[in-house]
């Protein structure tokens, strides 16, 4: 059974989706929620209670012209421990798909579709195909990525990372950069949002407004779930990182750097010490985010393909997810979507000036 999560439930949101099998996600995360609201979508508290089995969860809500809503569960719902299935998960899951789509076609006659990127490995024999759900457009987050266990003592850590990773971390620290732990204030936005933009001309990527991204640099540092951390040499900014954290998962959520001094290997230091701020805030596991999926690791062409070369420094392991997918809740609506995804999706960046999710 699906329902709204209480009054005090919702004041409790990030334990409880801090105890979901999966550990949660900064993206099912209160805080979040209200960084989206502020940007145009309506969160909706929800806990699944079936047997024992609870899963909490948000929904995010937001309308597509006169076609009717859109919902989405950002890196959600949290039911498969470790990214695997097992009976008793594949079970549940398949009524909540059920619960899902009879809980918000009676909550909204305008509901266009939900949809949903739970953690559960690419290569997990459950097929999500065979319960309903159908693949979307473009996945919304990265679908593969690279994980650093973190549990262990920081020496254990250094002696999992490739050589050539921790000489350029000792290089960085030979050669005098320094590390500051800066406040994400005005200054700290301007000086992060700087950054990225230079790193935007060097890679071509769509970057949204500093508004955007000072909207929620601010409230997850003011919530104790953010850092910038920032690299100097002799009073030169070389680059930052904007890490976060959340239950006992860290993420590397934003960085930038100038074409400067990039002998230097600042950035190899900056993610040591998002590695250390990490362990300091009990996250036992540390996401890189972003790289290419399996099938495109070797193809130097690829846009993230850089990214990779210097993430599988810490990690050579790729995890690769699922991705998004699509609960039609409104037939006729959903097809109407299917056709028109990219042309909306393409008209609401050019008049908004911003990505629609």
Same mark, same amino acid.
């Given at each position: 059974?699906?329902? /709204?999560?209480? !009054?005090?439930? %919702?004041?409790?949101?990030?334990? *409880?989706?801090?105890?979901?099998?999966?550990?949660?996600?900064?993206?099912?995360?209160?805080?979040?929620?209200?960084?989206?609201?502020?940007?145009?979508?309506?969160?909706?508290?929800?806990?699944?209670?079936?047997a024992g089995f609870v899963v909490a969860f948000v929904l995010l809500k937001k309308p597509v012209s006169i076609l009717g809503n859109i919902y989405y569960c950002s890196k959600g719902p949290g039911f498969f421990k470790d990214f695997k299935s097992d009976a008793d998960s594949r079970a549940h899951f398949k009524e909540f798909l059920?619960?899902?789509?009879?809980?918000?076609? =009676?909550?909204?006659?305008?509901?266009? *579709?939900?949809? %949903?990127?739970?953690? /559960?490995?690419?290569?997990?024999?459950?097929?999500?195909?065979?319960?309903?759900?159908?693949?979307?457009?473009? $996945?919304?987050?990265? =679908?593969?990525?690279?994980?650093?266990?973190?549990?262990?003592?920081?020496?254990?850590?250094?002696?999992?990372?490739?050589?050539?990773?921790?000489?350029?971390?000792?290089?960085?620290?030979?050669?005098?950069?320094?590390?500051?732990?800066?406040?994400?204030?005005?200054?700290?936005?301007?000086?992060?949002?700087?950054?990225?933009?230079?790193?935007?001309?060097?890679?071509?990527?769509?970057?949204?407004?500093?508004?955007?991204?000072?909207? #929620?640099? =601010?409230?997850?540092?003011?919530?104790?779930?953010?850092?910038?951390?920032?690299?100097?040499?002799?009073?030169?900014?070389?680059?930052?990182?904007?890490?976060?954290?959340?239950?006992?998962?860290? #993420?590397?959520? $934003?960085?930038?750097?100038?074409?400067?001094?990039?002998?230097?290997?600042?950035?190899?230091?900056?993610? &040591?010490?998002?590695?250390?701020?990490? =362990?300091?805030?009990?996250?036992?596991?540390?996401?890189?985010?972003?790289?290419?999926?399996?099938?495109?690791? !070797?193809?130097?062409?690829?846009?993230?393909?850089?990214?990779?070369?210097?993430?599988?420094?810490?990690?050579?392991?790729?995890? !690769?997810?699922?991705?998004?997918?699509?609960?039609?809740?409104?037939?006729?609506?959903?097809? *109407?979507?299917?056709?028109?995804?990219?042309?909306?999706?393409?008209?609401?960046?050019?008049?908004?000036?911003? *990505?629609? &999710?």
């Open positions: 059974m699906i329902r /709204l999560a209480t !009054e005090v439930e %919702i004041s409790e949101w990030d334990n *409880l989706v801090a105890s979901n099998f999966d550990g949660g996600h900064i993206y099912q995360s209160k805080e979040w929620s209200e960084i989206k609201e502020s940007n145009g979508w309506e969160p909706i508290y929800c806990i699944y209670e079936a059920i619960d899902l789509k009879s809980f918000i076609s =009676k909550k909204d006659s305008r509901a266009i *579709l939900v949809k %949903i990127e739970p953690e /559960l490995l690419a290569e997990d024999s459950f097929d999500f195909k065979d319960i309903g759900l159908k693949k979307g457009g473009a $996945d919304l987050q990265f =679908k593969a990525t690279i994980f650093v266990d973190i549990s262990k003592s920081e020496d254990e850590i250094l002696t999992n990372f490739k050589q050539k990773t921790r000489y350029n971390i000792r290089l960085a620290e030979r050669k005098g950069v320094k590390i500051e732990h800066r406040p994400m204030d005005d200054a700290g936005v301007d000086l992060m949002y700087e950054l990225m933009q230079a790193t935007q001309k060097r890679g071509g990527f769509f970057l949204r407004s500093k508004d955007y991204f000072g909207n #929620y640099w =601010k409230q997850l540092y003011e919530a104790g779930m953010g850092q910038l951390l920032v690299a100097t040499h002799e009073g030169d900014v070389l680059g930052a990182v904007y890490a976060t954290a959340f239950g006992n998962k860290a #993420y590397y959520k $934003d960085g930038g750097s100038f074409e400067l001094k990039r002998n230097l290997m600042a950035p190899y230091l900056l993610q &040591w010490e998002a590695i250390k701020w990490s =362990k300091s805030k009990g996250a036992t596991s540390y996401d890189l985010v972003a790289v290419p999926p399996k099938r495109e690791l !070797e193809n130097e062409k690829h846009s993230q393909h850089g990214l990779y070369l210097f993430k599988r420094g810490f990690n050579e392991e790729v995890t !690769e997810f699922k991705g998004c997918w699509d609960l039609p809740v409104h037939p006729q609506k959903f097809s *109407l979507w299917q056709k028109q995804e990219k042309n909306f999706l393409r008209l609401y960046a050019k008049m908004k000036k911003n *990505l629609f &999710w």
